[in-house]
Structures are given as C-alpha cells and as structure tokens.
C-alpha cells in the first residue's frame, strides 16, 4: 500500500530534550516536505526537499533541521524543543514539486513542556 | 509577502451547492491546489489547477483566474461527509507550498 508513514503519533516531552519525528515514504516520491499546523493558521511549511542531499527552508524553519539522505525517508529533528513548538505535524510527499498531489502522513503531535 | 484568503467558515444544507473562495497575493504562481481535512485527520488532495478554467472530478470542481488572483472550489449535492475543512494551496515562485488557513464546511440535514 502507497502511503507516509510518520512516528510516533504522539509525544509528550520537554522543554531542551532533543526529539526526532521520523517519515518514510514507499512511492519513490522525489519532493518531501514537513508542515505543521496551529489552530487558526492552517498549515505552514517548514521545511521541503526536492531530491536526495537537497533541503531547503520554507516559511517556518526556525527552530528545527531535516536531512534527506536517502529518497525514503526525511527526519525531522527538533534540537531544543521550546513549548512553542507544541503543534500537530504532517510530512508529505510527492512525485516532484508543483501541480503534484501531496500525499500526507496520519500526523504527529507534538506536547512539549 | 504572501497570503492567500478563504472564509474561514461555511454552512450549507444536505443536497445543496456551496462555493469556497480564495485569493491569493505570492511572488510567482505556478498552480492552485484544494485539500479536504476531516477533523484531526491528514489532508487529502482534492483537485489542482495550473490553467485559467474550470476542473471538475465529480461532485467537485475548482476554478482558476489567474488574472484577477483567484480561485475558488464549488461542491454540489453535498453529503454529510463533505463537512470538513478545506484548503487552498498556492505552489510560488519557489517549491515552498502554502496554504490558506483554511474554511470549515458545515453541512447539515
């Protein structure tokens, strides 16, 4: 079954525990990306990968760091957690960038203390 | 900057048709996107326009107006089902994709 598959679902944790929410994809989806999204807000974009070895920041990267060693999988590493960062998260991927369907992940949400 | 515009609330009957508006300002557009958000649930692509015109995938169509910045998603025969959020997405100048904050659809008997 096609799908992105993040983890974990849920997390509780600390203000400066270092965390990482992991994302895989089984479509051989070249453009990843990781959103998250605040009452209100809607979704904003933090970071997006067009390809292996390349990552670039979207609109709200501060605070977090992604790698994309291999196509599958694009990690998204939180340093120092602060409660601000408390938010309900979503990696997607697609066959390319633009006009492509984002396939989204179930979620993952964040508490941080 | 960039922002994209769409009521943030909808209310429409069982059977009936409703139309979500978004405009939208970015530097550079390359495409128009819909998503549906069931509560607490992942975003699902809905439809995509890169053309000025109408799409349509059965019961729903979007529409697109480069010109005049603007796009909208219509739903006919809504269904109790349909009662979601939903969400414009404008790809930009770059490969960032943003959303609008989204409309919440209510759809009742």
């Known amino acids: 079954e096609a799908q992105v598959t993040q983890n974990p679902r849920y997390l509780i944790t600390v203000t400066g525990k270092k965390l990482t929410v992991t994302c895989s994809q089984n479509?051989?989806?070249?453009?990843m990306s990781w959103y998250r999204q605040d009452p209100g807000l809607g979704l904003r974009q933090i970071y997006y990968?067009?390809?292996?070895?390349?990552?670039d920041k979207g609109d709200v990267p501060e605070g977090y760091k992604v790698s994309r060693k291999e196509k599958r999988n694009f990690p998204l590493i939180l340093e120092s957690p602060s409660p601000n960062q408390t938010s309900l998260y979503f990696c997607?991927?697609?066959?390319?960038?633009?006009?492509?369907?984002?396939?989204f992940g179930d979620g993952t949400r964040l508490s941080i203390l | 900057g960039q922002s994209l515009e769409q009521p943030s609330e909808v209310t429409a009957v069982e059977g009936a048709i409703v139309q979500i508006n978004c405009t939208y300002q970015?530097?550079?557009?390359?495409?128009l996107s819909w998503y549906q958000q069931h509560d607490g649930g992942a975003p699902t692509f809905l439809s995509y326009?890169?053309?000025?015109g109408l799409e349509e995938t059965g019961r729903f169509s979007s529409f697109l107006s480069r010109s005049d910045s603007y796009g909208y998603l219509l739903l006919q025969e809504l269904q109790m089902k349909d009662s979601a959020s939903y969400f414009c997405?404008?790809?930009?100048?770059?490969?960032?994709?943003?959303f609008g904050t989204g409309t919440l659809l209510a759809v009742q008997p």
């Open positions: 479509m051989n989806h070249e453009y």
């Open positions: 997607a991927s697609s066959l390319q960038g633009r006009d492509q369907p984002q396939h």
């Open positions: 326009n890169g053309l000025d």
């Open positions: 997405a404008v790809w930009g100048a770059t490969n960032k994709l943003i």
């Open positions: 990968s067009m390809n292996v070895e390349v990552t």
């Open positions: 970015t530097s550079g557009f390359y495409g």
